[in-house]
């Protein structure tokens, strides 16, 4: 996510030109990290595609104790959630599901 800026050719220093050479390889390198870890399409939990099932509704089949071991596994804050209410973990992996890059 690299800043652009837009400048009269005037504008442009040596200094500037230097300082924008030296951050482009800072910006391609920001943006390899950034793409290894996001999580990719399907998101997977031991060898359920969670985004499939999500989409085929199918998440609220699970038991709590298995939608709260998936919501661990991703990191999700579970804190305050009730151990008996599965909608809480269901919405909570929606949103994982929502932001993966099969609902662009």
Do not use: W
């Amino acid at each position: 996510m690299a800043a652009k800026c837009c400048y009269d050719q005037g504008d442009l220093s040596v200094p500037g030109i230097t300082a924008a050479e030296e951050q482009q390889p800072i910006d391609v390198t920001r943006q390899a990290i950034l793409q290894e870890v996001q999580l990719r399409h399907p998101i997977v939990y031991d060898n359920l595609d969670i985004c499939a099932l999500y989409k085929e509704k199918r998440l609220k089949q699970f038991s709590v104790a298995m939608l709260c071991i998936a919501s661990n596994y991703f990191d999700i804050a579970t804190e305050g959630f009730n151990n008996k209410c599965k909608a809480e973990y269901i919405d909570a992996l929606s949103g994982l599901v929502l932001a993966c890059d099969c609902n662009e």
